[in-house]
């Protein structure tokens, strides 16, 4: 019994985030990220987490996922990304901190296809290529194309789950990971994948401005059941898989450009 409850208290800590990849008036995340980074004072900030998770407690987060969405609904729970496609990815921007997951809404209305983009800071990189970001839908597979695309699949999400059960749910728009923290996880090879599978998780009461720009009204009742990843370097059906790793959530520690 304590180690349940142990487990259910773990779930309850932060991990990730991300951004919007464009201007949007209703969040005021240039004013937000500067305030992150004066208090921190430290410029890593929109990619360093430093958060890990146990093993039971990604299990706990994916089966909430299946829980809501069950196999009959017809969604798929992980989506992965090949090692030669993210070393094409990064070699477009050499010196970038890490990257950008979006959440796309691509061949399904609710469930999200993953877009993955370089970043420097809070920002995203596209260099001189017009087809700088790398997608992957359960349909289409993986495939490059261009920020035009991404504001259109990531906008279609954003105004799903901006609307979506917003007294049980906070949005989560994108999550931050610095290439340090997936080199952890990636081992080297052509011929592993990187895989992200999705996860429901609880907010702790200290997480909440992490996931949101302005503070709560007194009479507005604000979600705190998240998207999250498990990130996994091999198969998530490999049972020797031992490290799980998050990063920082979007909108808060994004700019939108």
Known sequence: MKNLL??????????????????VEKVKTTKTINAILSAQENADACTDSGYQIYLQTAIMWEGSWRTKFTPESGTRQSLNFSQQNIASLKSLIPDSDGIRLYYCLISSNETPSLAMVNIKGCDNQYGANNDAILFSDPIKGQYFESSDTLIKYSTKWEVYIDNFNPGVHSPVYAYNYSWEELANTITPTDTTEFFVTYGLRALSADEYDEYHDEPAKDDQIMGSIVYCNIIYGDDPNNSNQQY???ARPCPIYCNPN
């Not at 142990?6 to 201007?23: G, Q, R, W």
Request: aromatic share 14%; with cysteine.
């Open 6 to 23: 142990y487990l259910s208290i773990l779930s309850l800590i932060a991990i990730v985030s991300c951004d919007n990849p464009k201007n």
């Open 244 to 246: 799980f790793n998050f």
